[in-house]
DNA sequence: GAACCGTGGCA
DNA sequence: TTGCCAAGGTT
């Protein structure tokens, strides 16, 4: 019995090679067929796709490697202009984290990445998958990488019918047995290949499956139903009122966030609310914050409008512009975290997706 | 375990 | 339009 399921487990990593020989998507961290890749590459683009799809990540990617083309260059930048590059790509702290994680590379490791799963572990924003997939990826050991494409697969080759969230470490335990022997770095790209263009959440294409005669699910209208999950909570709808202050000379003040919450490390536009309460604040945008108080002056107001959806919240934006006139700052009450940042200087900055769109939403007024 | 942490594409 | 989801990690 066991000498069969072996023959099962070489079968299903033999095909799924195959295929993966005539069909891999060919990226720009990615090695080329037989050739060794470069652990680097491997570190930033795992980085960069955590929660990320591929196409949103090759610009930034490339850019990345192309200002900072070795881990020691990484590790001797200026974090802000880190940040900067990894404006609009989300979830900020992982730049943070891989800074870290290249200083300490070169400090303590002499620059060379680490091919050990538990070395890996330790460093600031690396996790069980990205450790495991970093070291398969980059030196071929015998990972167990386990990413959402291979829960999905897995979840349909078993049509295991406990919610996904719950089934996590049977996947790991099923999936560490298919593991070959030979090419683990190629078999853990294989399986999510397969998953980005062939065992998709919607509407699988099973058709040209390779590995479809070893999945229970294969073939069946069922397959798109699976993984299953378990029920989604709403998301909450918050108010937020944003100000965008600009004075005469066209300079627009923002403050850097703190290495915390959400927009860590960030620049960003002054701002109040962010409450599931404060939908009131909408009428009285004049008072603006205790840092940043504006009272009994006639200023040029615009308002407007925008939604913007984050992970576990909505976010009703009021947006107001005010233009004022420098001779009338020194009536105005502004924490010195605020400064004022000229035209030319705005594309210097870290500006999440949401503060681009602000300034793109006063575009007009801006270029006035 | 559950909440927090972004964004854009797609149906 | 809305909800879903994607190469997760940290607290």
Redesign the pocket.
């Known amino acids: 019995m066991r000498k069969k399921n072996e023959d099962k487990y070489k079968q299903f990593s033999n095909e799924l090679l195959d295929w993966y020989d005539v069909s891999r998507?060919d990226?720009p961290?990615?090695a080329a067929p037989g050739a060794s890749s470069n652990p680097y590459f491997v570190l930033l683009?795992?980085i960069m796709?955590?929660?990320?799809?591929?196409?949103?990540v090759i610009p930034y990617f490339i850019r990345f490697i192309n200002k900072w083309p070795k881990i020691i260059d990484l590790a001797q930048a200026d974090f802000n202009e880190v940040s900067s590059l990894w404006?609009?790509?989300?979830?900020?702290?992982?730049a943070k984290?891989l800074h870290e994680t290249a200083k300490i590379l070169v400090k303590q490791h002499n620059g060379i990445i680490p091919n050990d799963e538990d070395v890996l572990?330790t460093?600031?924003?690396?996790?069980?998958?990205?450790?495991a997939?970093i070291s398969a990826i980059a030196y071929d050991t015998k990972s167990n990488v386990v990413?959402?494409?291979i829960e999905?697969i897995f979840s349909r080759l078993y049509k295991i019918e406990e919610p996904l969230?719950?089934s996590k470490q049977k996947i790991r335990t099923l999936s560490k047995k298919y593991l070959p022997c030979k090419r683990n770095g190629d078999y853990a790209?294989a399986l999510?290949?397969l998953?980005?263009s062939v065992c998709?959440?919607?509407?699988p294409r099973c058709q040209i499956c390779p590995i479809i005669s070893t999945c229970k699910l294969g073939g069946t209208p069922n397959a798109a139903m699976y993984p299953k999950?378990?029920?989604?909570?709403?998301?909450k709808q918050r108010y937020g009122v944003f100000y965008l202050l600009m004075d005469d000379e066209g300079s627009i003040l923002f403050s850097t966030n703190k290495n915390?919450?959400?927009?860590?490390n960030m620049d960003v536009l002054p701002s109040i609310g962010w409450n599931e309460e404060n939908k009131k604040l909408e009428s009285s945008p004049k008072i603006i914050s205790k840092e940043l108080a504006l009272f009994n002056l006639n200023w040029e107001i615009l308002e407007k409008k925008i939604?913007?959806?984050?992970?576990?919240?909505?976010l009703n934006c009021t947006l107001v512009f005010f233009r004022i006139k420098k001779s009338t700052l020194n009536n105005l009450i502004i924490d010195k975290k605020y400064r004022f940042v000229k035209k030319t200087e705005l594309n210097k900055l870290a500006k999440?997706?949401?503060?681009?769109?602000i300034l793109d939403v006063f575009e007009e007024e801006i270029v006035k």
């Open positions: 998507r990226l961290w990615r683009s795992e796709l955590q929660q990320t799809v591929v196409t949103t404006a609009g790509l989300g979830y900020y702290r992982r984290n572990l460093f600031p924003g690396i996790g069980e998958y990205t450790a997939a990413d959402g494409n999905r969230e719950l790209q999510m290949d998953g980005s998709i959440p919607k509407a999950r378990l029920p989604k909570k709403n998301k915390e919450g959400i927009f860590a939604n913007h959806i984050f992970s576990h919240f909505k999440p997706s949401l503060i681009k769109k």
